[in-house]
């Protein structure tokens, strides 16, 4: 299904699914109670019971490719909904979408500077300094004051 299609083109096709549904549910009761709703001996023939059988079975057989038409169409709208076009009939979606952006970014922020802090506290516990990296990689630097232990008791933090 194309991704341009609008919501009312989607619940046009979702409504008719739920009609096809329906109707084939429906005839499907019909081919059930045809014995019991016929008053004369024509609907209880061996021959009227084994048409009503490969009936029911067709039918069956429609009204479960029904509904897996159906459920492929719900997934296709949640997924059009959470990603695509149907989410975006909002005029102000561009601008919830750059202060969400924008909270994230903030919210990063704060908790690279909380890390930071925590980290140079850790290094001036054990007798260090803390120093970011550049941001273009994950390395930082930690240095050991002169006869100072590191964490695990040796002089820069490694075991031997």
């Not at 989410?87 to 919830?96: I, N, S």
């Not at 903030?106 to 506290?121: F, P």
């Not at 390395?139 to 100072?148: D, N, Q, W, Y």
Request: aromatic letters at 6%; one cysteine or more; charged letters at 30%.
């Amino acid at each position: 299904m194309d991704r341009q299609q609008n919501q009312s083109n989607l619940m046009d096709t979702h409504e008719r699914c739920i009609a096809d549904i329906l109707t084939r549910y429906r005839a499907l009761m019909k081919l059930a109670t045809i014995q019991a709703s016929g008053d004369d001996y024509a609907s209880s023939t061996p021959e009227a019971i084994a048409v009503a059988r490969i009936s029911m079975k067709q039918e069956f057989d429609s009204l479960y490719s029904s509904m897996k038409e159906l459920l492929s169409l719900s997934r296709r709208m949640k997924e059009l909904w959470a990603f695509g076009p149907l989410g975006r009939e909002d005029p102000d979606q561009r601008a919830k979408d750059e202060k969400l952006n924008s909270d994230v970014r903030r919210a990063y922020e704060l908790l690279c500077k909380v890390e930071q802090s925590n980290l140079e506290d850790l290094a001036a516990k054990y007798g260090g300094t803390w120093e970011a990296g550049n941001g273009e990689d994950a390395t930082a630097a930690v240095t050991i004051a002169p006869g100072e232990q590191g964490v695990n008791g040796t002089a820069n933090g490694n075991s031997a």
